[in-house]
């Protein structure tokens, strides 16, 4: 698919993702690579633009990464950010040096709003500052264009060459007007259109994947996660009953999911469904093993022989589909794309089922894009937007050995913690919610009987990064009816607690 590109050079900088997911809520495609990606690469993809990262190093260290200085006589638009910025200076001829005052945080700059990156912008804005250099002298034909009190260069430009730069961090949501830049840069400098539409790439997908198939078979492992079921529904528009989805029911997922995700699947998608329904198997492997990492494995290896049984009914296939993203291309290589990672999705399955070739049609997507494709598609919302999940599913909710009646418990207690949220508003402004069963026995009463039952703990976090986490600050009432229904609606339970820790350092998940 052709397409306008616009490539983020990564010099280790920890926003490299989240500057590429503000291009492309601009509508402009982007990708991230690695600093060192040699020019004659850059040439052949012909973008119509470039944007250096931040980083840790300073520019004026040995071994600190820098590019080819001919970058800048391509005639393509760059935009240097942070260390990105010290970086076009020092090798254009300016000064970079360390600054006096270290600036770090919210910032008030003032721009000079004639400069086609700040056009439409206020004279003075508040942006993200981190940084120890500073740009003490700045390289011949370039002029300043905004600054702070301590940072004399906070932005500089060399128009006739289509050189930007900023010291501040336009991506993040602190810097005001940041996404406003970030366009300007698009659309001012590098001319673009904007063609990067989710309507636009699921069409074309759908026809790539018709011509790459024709009339092979597809085979595909349904998790009933957001990533796989937009892979599925999308490989199932192009090829229909030429894919078989199967979908594993390890009995660890959340209360009527399963049901949920046959009843879509079988009546919505014009594909050939399999349901395999091993609980008890699973559970049998799980009984008495309460390490987690240990329950990871068994979780997964399981998965694999199960889905390997099926695969072997079917025969020969020539595809299988995996939901890989584009943050798990990014991980496991800065775009180099060989190397993937072993465990996202199906990790793994490639060895024991008998195929062809790999089809990732959601490779390119970051995760708000899949589920953009997800709506286009046609897949209700309620499975678009559900909360994320681990691989192991309740297992890794469940503290210590798992039986079919600790699992009742969770999907229970889990269904009304998600039911409440929902009813209160809650649902689409927290980052991961869910509820998992500790185990701690502790004495209660109830109706004028000692109790001797299990606590459940509730969890609720904002994120925007899934790296970083703090506690969701929920409101009493609605903690107060969750802990009440938990306590009179399922057996077993007689205190509800809540988890006020932040990663780190603790994680989002339990176990």
Known sequence: MERELVIVLDFGGQYNQLIARRVRECNVYCEVMSYDTSLEKIKELDPKGIIFTGGPAS????????????????????????????????????????????????????????????????????CWMSHTDFISEIPEGFRITGRTDSCPVAAL????????????????????????????????????????????FVEDSIKAIKEKVGD???????SGGVDSSVAAVMIAKAIGKQLTCIFVDHGLLRKNEGDEVEAIF???????????????????????????????????????RVFEEEAKKIGVVDYLVQGTIYPDVIESGLGKSAVIKSHHNVGGLPDYVDFKEIIEPLRDLFKDEVRKAGLELGIPENLVFRQPF?????????????????????????????EEIAKAGLDKTIGQYFAALTNMRSVGVMGDERTY???????????????????????????GIVTSRIVNEVKGVNRVFYDCTGKPPATIEFE
Not at 174 to 189: A, K, P, V
Not at 396 to 415: F, L, N
Not at 462 to 471: G, L
């Open 157 to 200: 430009e060399k128009a006739d060459q289509k050189l930007y730069a900023v010291q501040f961090h336009p991506e993040v949501v602190h810097t005001q007007e940041g996404t406003q830049m970030i366009s300007n840069f698009l659309y001012n400098i590098c001319e673009c259109t904007g063609d990067w539409k989710m309507d636009s």
């Open 266 to 304: 079988s009546n919505q998608f014009d594909l050939n469904f399999i349901r395999v329904n091993v609980q008890e198997r699973f559970y049998a492997k799980l009984a008495g093993v309460s390490d987690p990492e240990t329950k990871r494995k068994i979780v997964g290896e399981e998965f694999i």
């Open 59 to 126: 520019v004026y260290e040995d071994g600190s990464p820098k590019c080819d200085k001919e970058i800048f006589e391509l005639g393509i638009p760059v935009l240097g950010i942070c260390y990105g910025s010290q970086l076009m200076s020092h090798l254009l001829g300016g000064e970079v040096s360390k600054a006096p005052v270290r600036e770090y945080g919210k910032t008030e700059v003032t721009f000079d709003t004639t400069s086609k990156l700040f056009q439409d912008l206020s004279e003075t804005s508040i």
């Open 453 to 479: 039952d299990y606590a459940v703990a509730l969890r609720a976090v904002n994120t925007s990064d899934f790296m970083t986490a703090e506690s969701a600050d929920l409101p009493w009432e609605v903690l």
């Open 216 to 222: 092979k078979k597809v085979l595909c492992a349904l």
């Open 390 to 418: 681990p691989g192991p599913g309740l297992a890794i909710r469940i503290i210590g050995d798992i039986t079919p009646e600790k699992v009742q418990i969770i999907q229970d207690a889990d269904a009304i913690y998600r």
